[in-house]
């Protein structure tokens, strides 16, 4: 028989762990906090009626102990807190550090804040605030206020600041003492706030001395050179206030000299720029309300430093590259006005410094450790991070726990904090927690302007540069769409999917050059993207013969989707041609000019194909939208075509195997089931999204979850006006006009079978002496099948000549006299 041997705790270390635990509840510190904030606050109003009745008190309350002076039953003071507070105070201030003694009351309200959980200001902070002014305030006081008041029967620098000053004023002199407190309050200033550092060093480029300045003049006209970078040459202040007080006291040269403004005076400018971004930077910071539960709050990774209009997108400014001594192609020439849309069309939210809810994170915790205790699981930490929908509690649980056990908690604990969208990691990859997504009470806009003014964003060199939104820890999501290189998009009806399409196109507006990226919109809904029709000159590409921009009815999304499918092969050809594997060498190439336009050779901009509602299609065209779609999605990343789908209903007969193999990246909004989440990333989660831009995206094995920027029809309405009222190309980027395979064999042409418009058709190609299939199409109100087929014929009976991609066939008749002859003999 096994015998179980029992553990047992002795009683005292029973009793020891009893009261620590006490000590521990947030009950027992709740209560202690308010005693601390009470006695300050005693404390407090004990000093500041010391300094209107002390001198009466002054006798009574010297020279006896506390105990003697609380026991002397007839003793009146006037101190409004009794002989208790009386003696306090005197002893405080008189005896300690005078006037700034009442520090330390203040610190005992803090402590007792702080115990309440009510204040996250740092301890360590605090402490050392209230030690640097005890003693510098004492320090001061005693200088300024003893001497000026020396009567008073308050100590101001108190027994402390007058023992210091004394020795301070033998030892480095008055001047000495001025200088230290000078430092003193600059210390202060520069630690309560870093921008006032930035404040005193232009007030002391502004306010510079003459001699300073001329001496800078002297020196940018006599030294520097004029290639060299502006920053080298300009020596940062201190030197140059060092230099030139040393020059000066050297030469000796005290003589009046004019003020003259010195072309350099402004040259610290960059220095403000440079730290700001070095601040805001800062990735996080920590509140520590007690030990065991740490909450960070991940600081926006928003830069303001960055100017609202840079000519950023030309970053990738391929223009100057050379080859020898020919000037490269600059493939942004034609429109190299273009401006890109500024900042100042993006809205603004006003989220201003985002306070947390301390009651709403304290909450949350205790009733996840509860509900996690009720099912007898024990943590030995937790940490939460909050981000701008989200915060992430990780817990780190007791060893022996099955993380299984908490992954089954999911429901109960959503049930105990009485909110959607809770989902558990477990466990949190590469972390050794388990993570549990909270959404908050107060959720937060992630607006596009502190998405694209993000440093992150702004200083991306991607080729193609999607930002997404931010993390939850308030980091900026931006990826390459050409490394993903297709997008899948899903969400169920009203979860934000359309702005999530809106977000990407306006990031990608943001940095290409019309010149480098043409956008294919597809739009069975008909009223999404007509807001981008305006931009149609500038950035859309379309079938030549295509009249709307945007392109909605399904006929014509086939066609385009063929088209596509052509381009893609014709770039194949042009890059095999160019012996290159990828569009970037290519277009370096051919900038370079080591590729000769007449031999078929051009630019070639990036594609992004979009096509909102794929569902739709898919119900409607189902192969003939399929097949285009799958060939592309699996060849047309090295040629620069990128595909976005987005789609209500995640099921897999329209995510079919073939579309979900070729795009391994993909971006869940909400959806309604978990077999649609599964569907799209594989795995559960979508379903427990909470709506609104909140998403998990997915690329291979990783999942992030993301609040999707907000951008609205407003400010979409503000950047395409922008882009549109500027100077465009003359049309849509044409992509090419596809035959059948069957129309496109001229010899399965049969000129006795003619259709009943050939004749028409020809005379109209002659008289406007254009072989353009959709001008058949529009002239006669026919399909494009149709009107193809009678551009064969009229290939086959000579009229006009061969198939040239985009452009128009050449017509070999010149005239309709000739043209009747013509048809005659056909006849
Ligand atoms: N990122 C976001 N931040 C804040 N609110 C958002 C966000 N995205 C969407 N919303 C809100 O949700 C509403 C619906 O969004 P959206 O139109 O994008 O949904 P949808 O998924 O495209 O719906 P449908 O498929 O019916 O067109 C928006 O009007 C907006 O109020």
């Known amino acids: 028989m096994v015998k179980r041997k029992r553990k047992r705790t002795s009683p005292s270390k029973k009793k020891r762990t009893d009261w620590l635990h006490l000590f521990k509840s947030e009950r027992t510190q709740f209560i202690l906090g308010v005693i601390v904030a009470f006695v300050g606050i005693f404390m407090l109003l004990a000093i500041i009626s010391f300094f209107f009745t002390g001198a009466a008190d002054q ?74 002014g005890l003693i510098c305030g004492s320090i001061s006081s005693a200088f300024i206020l003893d001497n000026i008041l020396p009567d008073s029967h308050v100590k101001w620098g108190g027994a402390h600041g007058i023992e210091i000053e004394r020795f301070l004023e033998s030892s480095i002199g008055w001047p000495g003492i001025i200088l230290l407190i000078i430092l003193f309050i600059v210390i202060i200033v520069v630690t309560v706030r870093r921008s006032n550092m930035h404040k005193i060093q232009q007030t002391l480029v502004d306010n510079k001395p003459s001699f300073l300045k001329f001496e800078e003049s002297v020196e940018s006209e006599a030294t520097i050179e004029p290639d060299l970078p502006e920053k080298e040459n300009k020596p940062g202040i201190f030197s140059k206030l060092f230099s030139s007080i040393k020059e000066k006291l050297s030469s000796n040269n005290g003589t009046d000299i004019e003020e003259e403004t010195s072309p350099e005076e402004e040259i610290e400018e960059p220095i403000e720029t440079e730290t700001k971004t070095a601040d805001s930077l800062t990735p996080k910071y920590v509140v520590k309300p007690d030990d065991d539960f740490e909450i960070i709050v991940p600081k926006d990774d928003e830069t303001d430093s960055l100017p ?40 603004v939210y006003n989220t201003g410094d985002r306070e947390i809810n301390m009651a709403e994170q304290n909450e949350n915790k205790d009733k996840i450790i509860s509900t996690l205790r009720n099912y007898g699981i024990e943590i030995t930490s937790i940490k939460a991070t909050v981000g701008p929908t989200i915060t992430l509690y990780e817990i780190v649980p007791q060893a022996g726990v099955r993380i299984s056990k908490i992954r089954n908690l999911e429901d109960d604990i959503a049930l105990s904090l009485s909110a959607l969208g809770i989902r558990i990691i477990a466990p949190m990859p590469g972390k050794g927690t388990v993570g549990i997504e909270v959404p908050n009470k107060d959720p937060q806009i992630v607006s596009m302007h502190s998405v694209l003014s993000s440093k992150r964003y702004q200083e991306c060199n991607y080729e193609l540069p999607v930002a997404l939104g931010k993390t939850i820890t308030n980091e900026v999501f931006i990826f390459d769409l050409t490394k993903m290189p297709h997008l899948l998009v899903a969400g169920a009806t009203g979860q934000g999917k359309s702005v999530g399409l809106n977000a990407i196109i306006t990031s990608l507006l943001y940095k290409m050059h019309p010149a480098e990226m043409k956008m294919v919109l597809i739009d069975p809904k008909m009223v999404e993207f007509n807001i981008y029709s305006i931009i149609e000159n500038h950035y859309l590409a379309k079938l030549p013969d295509e009249d709307k921009p945007i392109i909605t009815d399904v006929s014509k999304v086939t066609q385009t989707l063929n088209s596509l499918t052509k381009e893609m092969d014709d770039r194949y050809e042009l890059l095999m041609k160019a012996h290159v594997r990828a569009i970037r060498e290519y277009n370096e190439k051919f900038i370079n000019r080591r590729l000769n336009p007449n031999n078929g050779h051009r630019y070639l901009p990036y594609i992004v194909v979009v096509i909102d509602e794929f569902g739709d299609l898919i119900m409607t065209a189902g192969k003939e939208i399929e097949m285009p779609i799958a060939r592309i999605a699996q060849k047309a990343r090295a040629v620069g075509i990128h595909m976005i789908i987005a789609t209500q209903r995640p099921t897999t007969n329209i995510i079919t195997g073939t579309i979900k193999a070729n795009f391994p990246a993909r971006m869940a909004f909400r959806v309604t089931s978990q077999i649609d989440s599964r569907t799209i990333l594989d795995m559960s989660g979508a379903n427990q999204l909470i709506g609104r831009g909140d998403m998990l995206f997915s690329q291979g094995s990783t999942l992030t979850r993301i609040q999707c920027a907000f951008v609205d029809t407003p400010e979409l309405d503000d950047i395409t006006k922008y882009i549109g009222k500027q100077q465009g190309y003359d049309a849509a980027y044409p992509l090419p006009e596809v035959i059948s395979d069957a129309e496109a064999a001229p010899g399965a042409v049969d000129l006795n079978d003619r259709d009943v418009l050939f004749e028409e058709a020809a005379r109209l190609i002659v008289v406007h002496q254009q072989g353009s299939t959709s001008l058949i199409q529009r002239k006669f109100s026919i399909g494009y099948n149709r009107a193809g087929r009678l551009m064969d014929q009229l290939e086959a009976a000579g009229i006009v000549g061969g198939a040239q991609g985009s452009k128009p066939r050449e017509v070999f008749i010149q005239d309709e006299y000739s043209l009747e002859k013509l048809l005659d003999s056909l006849n």
């Open 308 to 347: 609202a209009d840079d000519d950023k997108g030309n970053k990738r400014d391929l223009s100057f590259i050379t080859n020898g001594n020919q000037e490269a192609y600059d493939p942004k020439k034609d429109l190299s006005m273009f401006k890109f849309p500024t900042l100042d069309l993006l809205k």
């Open 59 to 132: 006798s009574k309350v010297l020279n006896v102990s506390f105990w003697q002076l609380i026991r002397s039953s007839n003793l009146e003071v006037d101190n409004w807190t009794g002989a208790g507070g009386a003696f306090i105070a005197e002893r405080l201030v008189n005896d300690w550090f005078g006037l700034f003694s009442s520090l330390i009351p203040i610190f005992f309200i803090y402590i007792g804040l702080r115990l309440m959980r009510v204040s996250k200001f740092s301890f360590i902070k605090a402490l050392f605030a209230t030690a640097f």
